[in-house]
Every structure is written in C-alpha cells, then in structure tokens.
C-alpha cells in the first residue's frame, strides 16, 4: 500500500540533544514538506523539498535542519538550538502542481 | 504575510442541527483546503477548493470558496456525532508546490446527541 510513514510515533528527548524524525514516502510525490503542530493550534510550514538535494525554509525553521539524498525520504532533525521543540510533527507530501498534499501520521515529541 | 482566521473557534452542536464554518484569508490565493483531525491522529483531506464559486460536498458537509471576498465556508447539515473533530482550513502560498500551506487555528466540532 501506498502512504507515507513517519516513525518514531512518540519520541521523547533531553534538553540540549538532537533527535531525528524520519519520513518516507513511496507515493512516488516529488514534493514533501515538515509541519509542527502546537496544542490548539494550526499547522505551520517548518520546511519543505521540490526536489531531491534541494530543499528551502518555511515559516519556523530556525532550530531545525533537513536533507534530501532520495526522492522517498525527507528527514528532519530538531537541534538543541530549537527552544520549545515539544510539539507533533507532521510530514506531508504531493505532486506538484497537481495534487493537494497528503499528510503522515505525525510524530510527537516531548523534551524531557 | 499570509493570514487565515477561522471562526468560531469552537462549536459545540446538537445532533440534527446546522452549522457554518467560516474561513477568512488575508492575501489572493485561488487555491484552499479542509482538513479534519481527529485527537491524535494526523490530517484528512476534505476538500479541495480551485476556483472562485467551487462548491463541492461530501455527505453531511459542504465547502464553498468566494475568492473575491477572500472566504470559504464548510456547512454541516443534520450534524451527527461521529462528525465531531477539528476542522482546518488551509490557504496555498502560492507557487508550484500546491502544499506550502498556511492553517487556520481550527474549529474543534463537538455534536451531541
């Protein structure tokens, strides 16, 4: 079955490390994109990838970094340089231009 | 800067009753979205909204996009429980991506019996 697939679904990390949020997709969608959810609130736009080895910042991206060697895989990492980085990760992906982007199933992290 | 507000923020209903979702966007996009998120779980796709005047609908729910006016509404028919959740509406950037989206706050839908 198609979808895309983040892991872990809960991932807990101390104060000051950096922890990597995997997501894969085998869509075959050339377009991902890493939203962070807050309590009570919308989704906003940390990073996103229209191509493989190139990839550009969304609205919140300080704290954050991103790589893209494959066309199925987009993975984030949270540094220590993020100051509330407890939050629900949510990786997207679409064909772009022609569909509306599909989402994973999140990964909420919680600093310990 | 791209701004979408959505009112109310929350809504309490009772079964068999009506209701309209706004969603006001600040900026020209011709492009928005509904999403439904249950607790804990990721994002549905709703709606996908083109064009100015698209209306389209889903069972009990129905989405509508005035672009002129810079809104979209999602109306509830007959609300049953199992539509409770929180509803988003989501506006594109613009560009070719068509998933650089900003979100509204989210309309968290309770419907009782």
């Known amino acids: 079955d198609g979808g895309i697939t983040q892991s872990p679904k809960y991932l807990f990390r101390k104060e000051g490390q950096n922890v990597t949020l995997s997501c894969e997709q085998n869509?075959?969608?050339?377009?991902m994109y890493w939203y962070r959810q807050d309590p009570g609130q919308g989704l906003r736009l940390i990073y996103y990838?229209?191509?493989?080895?190139?990839?550009q910042k969304g609205d919140i991206a300080e704290g954050y970094s991103v790589s893209r060697e494959k066309k199925e895989s987009f993975p984030l990492t949270v540094t220590s340089a993020q100051k509330n980085p407890t939050a629900f990760y949510l990786c997207a992906s679409n064909i772009q231009g022609q569909t509306e982007a599909f989402f994973g199933q999140g990964t909420r992290l919680t600093v310990v | 800067e791209l701004k979408v507000e959505q009112n109310p923020l929350f809504l309490s209903m009772q079964e068999g009753k009506n209701y309209t979702i706004y969603c006001n966007y600040s900026?020209?996009?011709?492009?928005l979205y509904w999403y439904r998120q249950d607790p804990g779980k990721s994002l549905e796709s709703l709606f996908v909204l083109l064009s100015n005047g698209a209306v389209k609908q889903e069972g009990r729910l129905m989405a509508s996009l005035d672009t002129k006016a810079r809104l979209s509404t999602l109306h509830i028919t007959a609300a049953v429980h199992d539509l409770s959740a929180t509803y988003f509406c989501?506006?594109?950037?613009?560009?070719?991506?068509?998933?650089?989206?900003?979100f509204g706050q989210g309309t968290i839908l309770t419907v009782h019996p």
């Open positions: 990838s229209q191509i493989v080895n190139d990839f």
């Open positions: 900026t020209t996009s011709d492009r």
């Open positions: 989501a506006v594109d950037k613009g560009g070719t991506s068509y998933g650089k989206l900003t």
């Open positions: 869509l075959n969608h050339d377009a």
